[in-house]
């Protein structure tokens, strides 16, 4: 496996399909950009149908033999996620790559359509139900790949199963509930591949690194963030940048099931992307198992 992987060591993908969650800025953005330039097919899957044809038409501006399609996706509502899956299946007959990257990070407290606890609701279950719904198109496929876009604070989560939702007076961080959504997207990752056992597909994990980004655009008025942003921003790279890890995790052909990629460089924040450990928490399978089984319960969404 290559020390320095860079975007040149991405293979030709033409032929391929990929699904992109948040593909209109950011980091998704960017991700879907270089998948278009290896020649995959890329659905962009986005909340904002306008800034979806707007990021489309940039990537055909650069490539006007681009191959992108525009999926409407709101993740906070399962009734969205299952139109999505609907419609992506009756215009692909393939799909070989999942990336799960759309997410929210450290918004007020708040909930989703289907009244769960929007950091859960959005980075975990909605993903959840979106890879169930597509599971068995990724195994038709083979050599499918799904990949869970994670977060260095995936560290300091912790699943409280006696209050998911936070419904019984569970007292809410914005900080806390973001890094338990990343965390249980990491459980997730980790089971679903025990689960492909035996199957060609597999499911891997990055996390960008510092990225200079809009994620956390909500954190401009806390204090604190104001008082750390100048060194955030000096350890941070490019969107582009940040893609990389990403990028390796999906395309790179050694790649293994349970993977999980990001920076090299100091505290994780920047550099050539290397496979990397998670929090010991994020591989205990009974806790991944436990939180699966209730995950299928609030999605109504069960993997064959």
């Known amino acids: 496996m290559a020390e320095k992987w860079s975007i040149a060591d991405m293979p030709d993908l033409s032929g391929r399909v990929a699904v992109v969650t948040g593909a209109n800025a950011g980091i998704g953005f960017e991700v879907s950009r270089e998948l278009v330039k290896a020649g995959a097919t890329v659905v ?3 909340r904002s149908e306008r800034r ?3 990021a489309i038409e940039v990537v055909r501006s650069e490539n006007p033999a ?3 399609d525009l999926i409407s996706l709101d993740l906070a509502s399962l009734a969205s996620v299952r139109r999505f899956a609907e419609t992506f299946k009756a215009r692909h007959g393939r799909l070989d790559l999942l990336i799960a990257n759309a997410g929210v990070m450290l918004v007020s407290c708040d909930t989703t359509e289907d009244g769960f606890e929007r950091h859960f609701g959005v980075n975990h279950l909605g993903h959840f139900a979106l890879t169930g719904r597509l599971i068995d198109r990724l195994v038709a496929t083979g050599g499918a790949r799904i990949v869970a876009v994670s977060s260095a604070a995936h560290g300091i989560g912790r699943i409280d199963f006696d209050d998911l939702t936070y419904e019984r007076g569970r007292r809410y961080s914005a900080l806390r509930a973001y890094a338990d959504s990343k965390l249980a997207g990491l459980l997730f990752t980790y089971e679903l591949q025990r689960r492909l056992t035996g199957s060609s597909t597999i499911a891997v994990a990055a996390h960008p690194g510092g ?3 809009n994620l956390g655009r909500r954190m401009s008025d806390r204090r604190w963030y104001r008082a750390v942003l100048p060194v955030l921003e000096r350890l941070s790279q490019s969107a582009a940048e940040a893609a990389r890890p990403i990028l390796r ?3 790179d052909p050694d790649a293994v ?4 990629f990001g920076p090299s460089g100091l505290l994780g924040m920047r550099g ?3 496979v990397v450990k998670t ?4 591989y205990d399978a009974h806790e991944a198992e436990r939180l699966w089984e209730i995950s299928e319960e609030l999605t109504g969404v069960q993997f064959p």
Do not use: D, L, Y
């Open 44 to 46: 962009f899957a986005c």
């Open 52 to 54: 979806g044809r707007a």
């Open 66 to 68: 681009a191959r992108a």
């Open 211 to 213: 990225a200079a980004t």
């Open 249 to 251: 995790a999906a395309t």
């Open 257 to 260: 099931g349970g993977e999980f």
């Open 272 to 274: 050539h992307p290397i």
């Open 279 to 282: 929090a010991r928490r994020s």
